[in-house]
């Protein structure tokens, strides 16, 4: 068992730490849920199995690998544990079970995300083993010979922000376990595409390119180089010759798209080309002799598309990747749409089955779909949670939504809880904004929405109408320019907030500061230049060096941070490597630049302590400079002096978000690039909190109450839940005795309010969190026994709940499958920590048979009815004994804050179930007593006493001369239960009435 040693003495704002250790067991139970939405995200690459065309697999740009086995109708995740994204992809021909992935996708963007190497697996998929090669950085494509499934080639792109010997073509032929570089060109040029002719596998093209970045954001800079071409190899990869003249092009070439077949006696390749003049779709029919350029159009070509694709059956029919999937019929000569907006832009791969070529699949911007009728129709795209979302934002309301800018998509309002058991496609909605960006909610009024987007673009979102309206202070768009010829500069994300306090002002950065008073009627720049522009700066022609980039004006603001304790206090971060701040509306700044900061490192998310002005946390992200390490300061000055409290967070993974709790100093969360990290102590010492988070890049994080809510580039947004247990470890981290830790907050809701007809179990849903409340203990051993009680105020036990009692199986009926149930098991009291879930009712009334609900979800407990009053709103006991050692702890009841039910209804509400409980349980007595003796004389002598009192009970139980039984009763006091505990509404006259009635009837 790993162990996180916390420091000896921290002194913190509400006292001191002693020493102690704190074991993973102690965060059992805390668990990761995610939301959603739904909506796929940037799939990169996408290929399937020729021999089960319904079978394929996909990977993401920033989520994995996933594979279906329905031709696209349900997607699961293969790669939870392995590298966030995905650059190649290939099943070996000659054993489909044989899998290789190449992590790091090969587009050069701005925050593209980096991979580790290779990955084999020889089970299709169940199980996976990284094959090494982790400097590669991004790998652009694998080839797999169709005679030996341990033949593999892989294309290296190389790191897109240094130049290193890690690019090229890497050769293995005992499936991964050793590598050969067989193709090194230079240190700046890798390989983006491999190609071969199926007939002649040893017959391989492979596509170089000087991919390289820089720490801005460098689209006006184009990415060719005179090193760029085609290389070929006739031994199957072992050795390589540039092909160069016949009609290709010369000079600086950018990225190239290959495919190859069989073609009469030779070969024939496509290349779509990137390059300045000459640009376009160039075929080959001589294996690369000879080429024509059949489509000279530049805009064919670029870093961000690049793949082709070629019929398996028909060597004159191509697919070119770019905006839209376009397709020839006649060897390039003509091209037309196939797909594209609207339905999809932005396409990066395409496979066709050779063996039955109508079943293909194609990777956009958008997600995965998969045709099996050439094209005819598709798969859905919302089934696969695979989003890249940067910046997040949450709104005051119970429940609280996460708004947040999808990259491709659009932008997302979602609910953290659907009153429907389920997240589903009607509990979100877009809110008007762009891509990838900032999503803020108004905090007096959450239907307004501001929505930063692209180059500076700020939109005012109003849910009542869906108008947005454009309130941007700079409405002419600068993005990707120059940043020497334009007036504003903007970042791949416009950093977009306002202020927790009034007049709650809202912020946008460029390379400087806007502020809004006004809701962005009216903006001021409140700012110089924060980047650290220089006015006698001279080295700015040309290319321009990192070591000048600074002071030649080409950082943007990055993050914002408006203090919550003085209204006219913010914060900036630049990804040129400096920390700003302002207390006086911008009148004046000073720079808080930690000394050790490096230059060009994106100061990614400052956090500002909202229980002491003078505390800050920074976090950076060095991996424009190709420096994959965490970095993250702490300030207990107000920026005066810094600490670094990097140490023990992960080696290998670059920071993106810090947070500080809102209630307990010193407990921190810190998003990286593989998940999250938590410290109890200020920074002093870190461990993984993210027990069931799949690998994803964590760009952003709100603590809400007691939750964290996180968004990842790549695989949605989630949540952890109640994490009130971190607040007390971090106060105290005594272990060593059974400890019942002190419930958060609990809010009477019910499980599912659905009353339609159930979504299936296809249908891909987010999480509702846990209903009722919270109660978490933790026990250092196996314990004999453990109970739970649960008190009223004056005593009164309320629920108990035992580790030797399994809840009792119950009369029902159960019509559906057990996809649709979860039952609760008995108490836990095994050693670790435990969370137990109680649904704050009184204890389920008798009932001579229950029903299921119609409200169930997939994958949880369908609730039997009736279930039980709510307890009424108040404090309760939670009593723990552990082998008979009591602990207590206090727990808080709420209404719905969304309801103002009085007190004196909400007992009328619970006073009337208890009454047809009381009613209930006799009368079930009474059922349960006459059938058994009922069925013990029908098995004694038939005498005619026996026949006679046989026909008394019948006519009790089933009713006799047009007066109801007992059976009728029962059902018709338990749905009179069921409905009565349904609502927080006093029981209506009718309802009363029907209870009265059944009293006189029964005698009671």
Same mark, same amino acid.
């Given at each position: 068992?790993?162990?996180?040693?916390?420091?000896?003495?921290?002194?913190?704002?509400?006292?001191?730490?002693?020493?102690?250790?704190?074991?993973?067991?102690?965060?059992?139970?805390?668990?990761?849920?995610?939301?959603?939405?739904?909506?796929?995200?940037?799939?990169?690459?996408?290929?399937?199995?020729?021999?089960?065309?319904?079978?394929?697999?996909?990977?993401?740009?920033?989520?994995?690998?996933?594979?279906?086995?329905?031709?696209?109708?349900?997607?699961?995740?293969?790669?939870?544990?392995?590298?966030?994204?995905?650059?190649?992809?290939?099943?070996?021909?000659?054993?489909?079970?044989?899998?290789?992935?190449?992590?790091?996708?090969?587009?050069?963007?701005?925050? *593209?995300?980096?991979?580790? @190497?290779? !990955?084999? $697996?020889? =089970? %299709? +998929?169940?199980? &996976?083993?990284? /094959?090494?090669?982790?400097?590669?950085?991004?790998?652009?494509?694998?080839?797999?010979?169709?005679?030996?499934?341990?033949?593999?080639?892989?294309?290296?792109?190389?790191?897109?922000?240094?130049?290193?010997?890690?690019?090229?073509?890497?050769?293995?032929?005992?499936?991964?376990?050793?590598?050969?570089?067989?193709?090194?060109?230079?240190?700046?040029?890798?390989?983006?595409?491999?190609?071969?002719?199926?007939?002649?596998?040893?017959?391989?093209?492979?596509?170089?390119?000087?991919?390289?970045?820089?720490?801005?954001?460098?689209?006006?800079?184009?990415? *060719?180089?005179?090193?760029? @071409?085609? !290389?070929? $190899?006739? =031994? %199957? +990869?072992?050795? &390589?010759?540039? /092909?160069?003249?016949?009609?290709?092009?010369?000079?600086?070439?950018?990225?190239?798209?290959?495919?190859?077949?069989?073609?009469?006696?030779?070969?024939?390749?496509?290349?779509?080309?990137?390059?300045?003049?000459?640009?376009?779709?160039?075929?080959?029919?001589?294996?690369?002799?000879?080429?024509?350029?059949?489509?000279?159009?530049?805009?064919?070509?670029?870093?961000?598309?690049?793949?082709?694709?070629?019929?398996?059956?028909?060597?004159?029919?191509?697919?070119?990747?770019?905006?839209?999937?376009?397709?020839?019929?006649?060897?390039?000569?003509?091209?037309?749409?196939?797909?594209?907006?609207?339905?999809?832009?932005?396409?990066?791969?395409?496979?066709?089955?050779?063996?039955?070529?109508?079943?293909?699949?194609?990777?956009?911007?958008?997600?995965?779909?998969?045709?099996?009728?050439?094209?005819?129709?598709?798969?859905?795209?919302?089934?696969?949670?695979?989003?890249?979302?940067?910046?997040?934002?949450?709104?005051?309301?119970?429940?609280?939504?996460?708004?947040?800018?999808?990259?491709?998509?659009?932008?997302?309002?979602?609910?953290?809880?659907?009153?429907?058991?389920?997240?589903?496609?009607?509990?979100?909605?877009?809110?008007?904004?762009?891509?990838?960006?900032?999503?803020?909610?108004?905090?007096?009024?959450?239907?307004?929405?501001?929505?930063?987007?692209?180059?500076?673009?700020?939109?005012?979102?109003?849910?009542?109408?869906?108008?947005?309206?454009?309130?941007?202070?700079?409405?002419?768009?600068?993005?990707?320019?120059?940043?020497?010829?334009?007036?504003?500069?903007?970042?791949?994300?416009?950093?977009?907030?306002?202020?927790?306090?009034?007049?709650?002002?809202?912020?946008?950065?460029?390379?400087?500061?806007?502020?809004?008073?006004?809701?962005?009627?009216?903006?001021?720049?409140?700012?110089?230049?924060?980047?650290?522009?220089?006015?006698?700066?001279?080295?700015?022609?040309?290319?321009?060096?990192?070591?000048?980039?600074?002071?030649?004006?080409?950082?943007?603001?990055?993050?914002?941070?408006?203090?919550?304790?003085?209204?006219?206090?913010?914060?900036?971060?630049?990804?040129?490597?400096?920390?700003?701040?302002?207390?006086?509306?911008?009148?004046?700044?000073?720079?808080?630049?930690?000394?050790?900061?490096?230059?060009?490192?994106?100061?990614?998310?400052?956090?500002?302590?909202?229980?002491?002005?003078?505390?800050?946390?920074?976090?950076?992200?060095?991996?424009?400079?190709?420096?994959?390490?965490?970095?993250?300061?702490?300030?207990?000055?107000?920026?005066?002096?810094?600490?670094?409290?990097?140490?023990?967070?992960?080696?290998?993974?670059?920071?993106?978000?810090?947070?500080?709790?809102?209630?307990?100093?010193?407990?921190?969360?810190?998003?990286?690039?593989?998940?999250?990290?938590?410290?109890?102590?200020?920074?002093?010492?870190?461990?993984?909190?993210?027990?069931?988070?799949?690998?994803?890049?964590?760009?952003?994080?709100?603590?809400?109450?007691?939750?964290?809510?996180?968004?990842?580039?790549?695989?949605?947004?989630?949540?952890?839940?109640?994490?009130?247990?971190?607040?007390?470890?971090?106060?105290?981290?005594?272990?060593?005795?059974?400890?019942?830790?002190?419930?958060?907050?609990?809010?009477?809701?019910?499980?599912?309010?659905?009353?339609?007809?159930?979504?299936?179990?296809?249908?891909?849903?987010?999480?509702?969190?846990?209903?009722?409340?919270?109660?978490?203990?933790?026990?250092?051993?196996?314990?004999?026994?453990?109970?739970?009680?649960?008190?009223?105020?004056?005593?009164?036990?309320?629920?108990?709940?035992?580790?030797?009692?399994?809840?009792?199986?119950?009369?029902?009926?159960?019509?559906?499958?057990?996809?649709?149930?979860?039952?609760?098991?008995?108490?836990?009291?095994?050693?670790?920590?435990?969370?137990?879930?109680?649904?704050?009712?009184?204890?389920?009334?008798?009932?001579?048979?229950?029903?299921?609900?119609?409200?169930?979800?997939?994958?949880?407990?369908?609730?039997?009815?009736?279930?039980?009053?709510?307890?009424?709103?108040?404090?309760?006991?939670?009593?723990?004994?552990?082998?008979?050692?009591?602990?207590?702890?206090?727990?808080?009841?709420?209404?719905?804050?969304?309801?103002?039910?009085?007190?004196?209804?909400?007992?009328?509400?619970?006073?009337?179930?208890?009454?047809?409980?009381?009613?209930?349980?006799?009368?079930?007595?009474?059922?349960?007593?006459?059938?058994?003796?009922?069925?013990?004389?029908?098995?004694?002598?038939?005498?005619?006493?026996?026949?006679?009192?046989?026909?008394?009970?019948?006519?009790?139980?089933?009713?006799?001369?047009?007066?109801?039984?007992?059976?009728?009763?029962?059902?018709?006091?338990?749905?009179?239960?069921?409905?009565?505990?349904?609502?927080?509404?006093?029981?209506?006259?009718?309802?009363?009435?029907?209870?009265?009635?059944?009293?006189?009837?029964?005698?009671?």
């Amino acid at each position: 068992m790993r162990i996180l040693m916390l420091a000896a003495l921290l002194v913190l704002g509400s006292g001191a730490l002693g020493a102690a250790t704190i074991p993973d067991a102690a965060l059992d139970g805390l668990r990761w849920r995610q939301v959603g939405p739904y909506r796929a995200g940037w799939s990169t690459v996408a290929v399937g199995v020729p021999q089960a065309p319904d079978t394929y697999y996909f990977g993401a740009a920033g989520g994995g690998v996933w594979k279906t086995t329905d031709a696209g109708h349900n997607w699961v995740s293969i790669f939870d544990r392995q590298a966030a994204s995905i650059g190649g992809l290939a099943v070996a021909p000659s054993d489909p079970r044989v899998i290789y992935v190449g992590s790091g996708q090969p587009q050069a963007r701005y925050d *593209t995300a980096h991979g580790d @190497g290779v !990955y084999g $697996s020889r =089970d %299709g +998929g169940q199980t &996976w083993t990284h /094959l090494g090669l982790e400097k590669t950085r991004h790998i652009g494509a694998i080839l797999v010979d169709p005679r030996d499934a341990n033949s593999v080639l892989v294309a290296a792109v190389g790191p897109f922000f240094a130049e290193t010997p890690e690019r090229g073509v890497f050769r293995s032929t005992d499936g991964g376990q050793h590598w050969t570089r067989t193709l090194a060109i230079d240190d700046a040029t890798g390989v983006v595409d491999l190609a071969s002719d199926p007939r002649q596998p040893n017959i391989v093209f492979a596509a170089a390119w000087s991919a390289r970045n820089y720490p801005w954001m460098s689209y006006f800079t184009p990415m *060719t180089s005179v090193t760029g @071409g085609i !290389y070929k $190899s006739e =031994d %199957g +990869g072992v050795s &390589w010759k540039r /092909l160069e003249g016949g009609g290709f092009p010369a000079g600086a070439i950018g990225r190239i798209g290959l495919a190859a077949i069989a073609h009469g006696d030779s070969t024939r390749v496509y290349a779509v080309v990137d390059h300045d003049t000459e640009g376009g779709l160039y075929r080959s029919d001589d294996a690369g002799a000879s080429w024509i350029a059949v489509q000279k159009d530049p805009d064919l070509g670029s870093s961000y598309f690049g793949r082709v694709t070629v019929a398996p059956n028909d060597a004159d029919t191509v697919y070119l990747m770019g905006r839209s999937l376009k397709v020839s019929h006649d060897g390039g000569k003509t091209l037309k749409v196939m797909r594209g907006s609207p339905g999809g832009d932005d396409y990066h791969d395409f496979w066709i089955n050779p063996i039955k070529p109508e079943y293909m699949i194609a990777a956009s911007d958008q997600g995965t779909v998969v045709t099996p009728n050439g094209g005819a129709s598709w798969s859905d795209w919302y089934n696969q949670p695979t989003g890249q979302f940067y910046c997040l934002h949450v709104d005051q309301q119970f429940p609280y939504s996460l708004y947040a800018g999808q990259q491709d998509n659009g932008s997302v309002s979602i609910t953290s809880r659907s009153d429907y058991g389920a997240i589903s496609f009607r509990d979100w909605h877009p809110v008007g904004a762009d891509e990838r960006d900032c999503d803020v909610p108004d905090p007096d009024d959450a239907n307004i929405v501001y929505g930063s987007g692209l180059g500076g673009r700020v939109g005012r979102f109003d849910a009542r109408t869906g108008d947005v309206q454009n309130i941007t202070p700079s409405p002419i768009n600068t993005y990707g320019a120059d940043p020497r010829t334009i007036e504003h500069r903007w970042t791949w994300i416009t950093p977009l907030t306002m202020s927790p306090l009034p007049p709650h002002a809202l912020y946008l950065g460029a390379q400087v500061l806007f502020k809004s008073d006004d809701r962005g009627q009216h903006w001021q720049t409140i700012s110089p230049d924060l980047t650290g522009k220089s006015r006698d700066a001279s080295a700015c022609q040309g290319d321009v060096a990192v070591a000048d980039a600074r002071e030649c004006g080409f950082g943007a603001i990055f993050t914002i941070s408006p203090s919550p304790h003085a209204a006219d206090e913010v914060w900036v971060g630049t990804d040129s490597g400096l920390v700003q701040r302002s207390r006086d509306g911008g009148k004046s700044w000073q720079n808080l630049t930690p000394p050790t900061l490096p230059e060009f490192a994106t100061v990614s998310r400052i956090e500002l302590s909202t229980l002491d002005r003078q505390i800050a946390y920074v976090a950076v992200d060095q991996h424009r400079n190709n420096i994959f390490a965490p970095l993250v300061y702490k300030t207990r000055d107000a920026g005066k002096s810094w600490t670094d409290i990097s140490a023990g967070l992960p080696a290998g993974e670059i920071t993106s978000v810090i947070r500080a709790d809102s209630r307990q100093p010193g407990l921190l969360f810190v998003g990286t690039d593989r998940g999250v990290q938590v410290s109890l102590d200020d920074g002093a010492h870190w461990q993984a909190l993210s027990p069931n988070l799949p690998v994803a890049w964590v760009r952003d994080m709100r603590v809400v109450g007691d939750d964290l809510a996180i968004a990842t580039q790549g695989r949605a947004l989630w949540v952890l839940d109640d994490f009130s247990r971190l607040r007390e470890l971090a106060a105290d981290a005594s272990l060593a005795q059974p400890r019942l830790f002190t419930p958060a907050m609990a809010t009477r809701l019910r499980k599912s309010q659905n009353r339609d007809t159930p979504l299936a179990a296809e249908i891909p849903l987010g999480e509702n969190p846990p209903t009722g409340a919270l109660i978490e203990y933790y026990l250092p051993r196996d314990a004999a026994g453990v109970e739970l009680n649960i008190l009223a105020g004056d005593g009164a036990v309320v629920q108990s709940f035992s580790s030797s009692e399994t809840p009792a199986t119950l009369p029902a009926d159960q019509y559906f499958s057990d996809l649709y149930r979860r039952p609760q098991s008995a108490l836990p009291r095994g050693a670790g920590a435990h969370r137990w879930i109680w649904n704050l009712r009184h204890a389920r009334p008798a009932a001579a048979n229950y029903e299921f609900s119609i409200a169930a979800t997939a994958g949880e407990e369908t609730p039997l009815l009736p279930e039980g009053p709510f307890v009424l709103p108040g404090d309760y006991r939670v009593e723990l004994v552990v082998d008979g050692q009591s602990l207590s702890a206090l727990l808080k009841v709420r209404l719905d804050p969304r309801l103002s039910t009085s007190i004196d209804e909400l007992k009328q509400i619970r006073d009337f179930n208890l009454e047809l409980a009381n009613t209930l349980a006799p009368l079930v007595a009474r059922i349960t007593g006459a059938a058994r003796e009922r069925e013990d004389l029908a098995k004694a002598e038939q005498t005619p006493e026996t026949i006679t009192r046989i026909a008394v009970l019948d006519a009790q139980m089933d009713g006799a001369d047009g007066k109801r039984g007992l059976k009728a009763w029962a059902e018709i006091l338990a749905g009179v239960a069921t409905d009565a505990e349904s609502a927080e509404r006093a029981p209506t006259q009718a309802q009363r009435e029907l209870l009265t009635a059944a009293r006189e009837a029964l005698g009671s």
